[in-house]
């Protein structure tokens, strides 16, 4: 009888169901174990060490994944944050800045998550290599935001990229352009996971190598993964060997994600002494944001909820604007000093999140990630900040790309800001079909980009084209039905109007 069998039985006989899964558990972890031993013996010397870690990782949240029983949260646990955990901007920004701007931005490095490629907008490549606004991508207006604040108060903000193994090689090939840049430009990359098979948990992949058959069988385990690799990197000893005591994290691709000197303030002159370890900007849902992860107040810390982690029978109540009013921009301002300590301490604690996949041949999978701003509860004097919905721009779609594009904002020094223009702050609701998903296709249909500054709401589905120079107001409709196609003409002016059927402008 084999050793599982009798182990098998014995925890049977004992009448244990819990025994019987330990049991289970166990054998699993020493098959993963075993699995994760074949992996590394094909990895090439030069990539031994890098390797290793990366896989020791995994195996630690392999370990985390199969002790967790059910939704991470209680929900009868979960409270409103106290009043001052979650401060409204104007009382941070009514503080003023200090007569030293330099020496407290001095203290600062500006990461930027760049892990994600452009794949969901049709393009090849990292995200931030997109266009966005006159030719600029989200990495040159990044690098343009920094240089200008080190022009201006003659200080040394670095720039941090955290690549990922999917866009790291071309980011590095881009870095080049930026060498005459005041901006010193930094890089490290997150971690490599293997996939594993949702029916055995075993990983998919056979050996190192991330291309050919096992080009699906690694992926980047979500942003969370930032501390380990930040601290495994180097770069965490380096800045604070050299004086920085903050880092600033946002997506790349929320373009209002700039360095806010009162925030910086905030943290490097505490109103009450006690240093803040961790900040996390939130901003005011609205009906579009129903899905944000919140703040709560959950066993005496700040704790970012997010909706997979809200048992089913709550997600109703975890949408509603009233109950939950704020969500995580993922604009983060975390302490150094911290990340050291509790990344030495091994105590930076996040909720597993498992993502499901089906890999191109049919194989379904799980993908085991975590998510940066959930590391809130492990830091000391979190403080949540109410910012202006202005700090929350971020282009996921074409949709968001037309906004950016538009007269709605002006560009200054990398940064863009609602034109004054506009006579309401909100930013219009614009839904454009699936014939405008990539971007080319998009870039395509647009011979120049609507004057949009009076704008409520824009549909468009269909074969639609704009010509020059067309103007959008109030509500606007356009749907061309399967087989019709739109030309909107040059110059035209549409005011609350519907247009749909077949409308073809031809020259005479």
């Given amino acids: 009888m084999s050793r599982f069998v ?27 174990k075993k699995e994760l031993e074949k992996i590394l013996t094909t990895a090439p010397s030069h990539e031994f060490e890098h390797t290793k870690k990366d896989l020791d990782g995994f195996r630690k949240l392999f370990h985390r994944f199969l002790q967790e029983k059910g939704p991470s949260v209680d929900w009868g646990k979960i409270q409103k944050p106290p009043e001052d955990s979650i401060q409204p901007y104007e009382k941070i920004k009514a503080r003023g800045l200090p007569d030293n701007i330099s020496s407290v931005l001095n203290k600062l490095v500006v990461v930027k998550l760049n892990g994600g490629l452009g794949t969901s907008m049709g393009c090849k490549g990292p995200k931030s290599l997109i266009g966005v606004r006159n030719e600029n991508t989200f990495l040159d207006l990044t690098v343009q935001q920094i240089e200008h604040l080190n022009k201006t108060y003659n200080t040394d903000v670095p720039l941090v990229l955290m690549n990922s193994f999917n866009t790291d090689e071309d980011t590095k090939k881009i870095l080049q352009k930026y060498n005459h840049c005041r901006v010193k430009i930094y890089t490290f990359n997150q971690s490599r996971y293997p996939r594993i098979n949702k029916e055995s948990l075993l990983p998919v992949a056979k050996n190192v190598s991330f291309s050919g058959e096992n080009t699906e069988a690694w992926y980047p385990p979500g942003h969370g993964d930032i501390y380990a690799s930040f601290y495994n990197s180097g770069l965490l000893d380096t800045f604070i060997g050299e004086g920085k005591e903050y880092i600033f994290v946002s997506n790349i691709d929320n373009l209002g994600a700039t360095v806010d000197l009162y925030i910086l303030n905030h943290l490097m002159n505490p109103p009450n002494g006690k240093p803040c370890e961790f900040v996390m900007e939130v901003t005011n849902k609205t009906r579009a944001d129903v899905k944000g992860g919140t703040l709560t107040q959950y066993e005496g810390k700040l704790r970012l909820v997010e909706i997979a982690q809200v048992p089913k029978a709550h997600v109703d109540e975890f949408k509603s604007v009233s109950k939950f009013k704020i969500f995580n921009t993922n604009n983060l301002w975390i302490s150094l000093a ?8 091994n105590a930076i604690d996040m909720e597993i999140i498992v993502n499901p996949k089906t890999l191109d041949g049919g194989l379904n999978v ?4 975590t998510a940066v701003g959930a590391a809130i509860k492990s830091f000391e004097n979190s403080l949540g900040i109410n910012v202006p919905r202005s700090r929350f721009l971020p282009v ?19 940064s ?20 405008f998903t990539k971007v080319q296709d998009y870039l395509r249909r647009f011979e120049s980009i609507p004057d949009m500054l009076e704008l409520d709401h824009l549909t468009v589905s269909g074969d639609v084209t704009f010509g020059k120079n067309v103007s959008l107001k109030g509500t606007v409709i356009i749907i061309a039905n399967h087989g019709d196609r739109i030309d909107i003409p040059p110059g035209a002016v549409l005011e609350n109007k519907i247009v749909s059927g077949n409308l073809r402008i031809l020259d005479h």
Avoid: H
């Fill in 416 to 435: 863009l800001t609602m034109s004054e223009k506009r006579e309401f702050p909100t930013v219009p609701l614009v839904k454009l079909g699936s014939s």
């Fill in 396 to 414: 996921k779609t074409t949709s968001d790309l037309l906004l950016v594009m538009s007269n709605l904002y002006s560009l200054n020094a990398g």
């Fill in 6 to 32: 009798q182990d098998l039985s014995k925890a049977m006989s004992q009448d244990g169901a819990s025994q019987f899964q330990e049991v289970i558990r166990q054998e699993l972890e020493l098959s993963v």
């Fill in 338 to 345: 911290a990340v050291k300590r509790l990344q030495e301490q």
């Fill in 366 to 369: 799980i993908q085991l990630e």
